[in-house]
């Protein structure tokens, strides 16, 4: 089942099984299945294709195992949920968990999901009369929500910039036709989002994070303590279905139905979603590899945009999940 928070809206996608059919199974055989409930930060967004993928491509199916899918307004709110135990795995900047330790929130970065923030940039419309990001100073910026990776790239560029703006939590759905509008100035955008502004001309880049930031480990699959502990087969079988799901998109024999996948769940053009693939799917980790230096160079980025009492590196994350790709 994919759920979009904020949205009346819901589908079912597959009880494992993808789809209809997966009802017509035995009972005995549904109860069997092993769920896992899979928080996603925002719709139009590689964590969501890549799930979506594994899950039409009945990745999960073949792990033996059931994946609920929820869609998040942004990575804050796919924490929270963690933690209250409405989901048992979520994609979110592998700096979160540091600070949700402090907080008692005892989560662990389980496997890395990129090294960088391909396709992201700080954008305005294409009329704006700003021309550098230094021009925002006192001006409204958009963001999905406190402590998402808009928010993190949004202080980053203060900090940067040295500039002061106020930072408008709108949600992955509002930063777009907010900003169209006027709502805001300019706004922390991903893609696919960024391609289909600049290919439409309704938008310009102000910022490329992809090439300001120093590299580190942006984004990672993470889970509590207690689901690793209680459920570790569970967490790796999770693993092998989103990594696979990876795979097919990364293999250019895969290309063409890469493509459409990609068009279809993020509801774009052919054209955008080959921008997607090339640009930043191709670019994504096809192990999950965490190395100690790329979390503390994630924790220092954390610190530059005022985060404090985050717990120590060694805290934060383990590395007996490897993810074996699922194949298709």
Not at 156 to 171: M, N, S
Request: hydrophobic share 45%.
């Amino acid at each position: 089942m994919t759920i979009i928070r904020g949205h009346s809206r819901r589908r079912v996608l597959g009880y494992g099984a993808a789809g209809v059919a997966a009802l017509s199974l035995p009972s005995i055989a549904r109860a069997q299945a092993q769920v896992v409930r899979i928080g996603l930060p925002t719709k139009t967004y590689y964590p969501t294709i890549i799930a979506e993928t594994a899950l039409r491509q009945k990745l999960f199916d073949k792990e033996g195992i059931k994946a609920e899918l929820t869609i998040y307004r942004g990575g804050a709110e796919g924490y929270e949920a963690m933690a209250a135990g409405a989901a048992d795995v979520i994609l979110n900047s592998a700096s979160s968990v540091a600070g949700g330790i402090r907080k008692g929130v005892m989560a662990k970065n389980v496997a890395g999901a990129a090294l960088g923030y391909y396709g992201w940039h700080l954008v305005v419309k294409t009329d704006s009369p700003i021309k550098d990001a230094k021009d925002l100073a006192g001006k409204k910026v958009g963001i999905t929500s406190a402590g998402s990776g808009t928010d993190i790239l949004a202080l980053w560029t203060q900090a940067d910039r040295k500039i002061t703006f106020t930072r408008v939590p709108l949600g992955g759905g509002g930063l777009v036709p907010n900003l169209l509008t006027g709502n805001i100035d300019a706004t922390v955008l991903y893609s696919p989002l960024t391609y289909k502004m600049f290919l439409d001309k309704q938008a310009r880049s102000l910022i490329d994070f992809g090439t300001a930031v120093p590299s580190h480990l942006t984004g990672a699959w993470m889970s509590t303590d207690k689901f690793i502990k209680d459920k570790p087969q569970v967490v790796q079988k999770t693993l092998n279905a989103l990594y696979g799901g990876v795979a097919f998109l990364q293999n250019p024999k895969n290309r063409a139905e890469a493509v459409r996948l990609i068009a279809e769940i993020d509801e774009i053009p052919p054209n955008i979603a080959e921008a997607e693939l090339d640009s930043n799917i191709v670019k994504l980790s096809k192990d999950g590899e965490m190395q100690k230096d790329w979390l503390v160079r994630a924790l220092d980025m954390g610190k530059l945009i005022g985060m404090t009492d985050l717990a120590p590196v060694e805290d934060i994350y383990v590395t007996n999940f490897k993810p074996v790709p699922t194949a298709v």
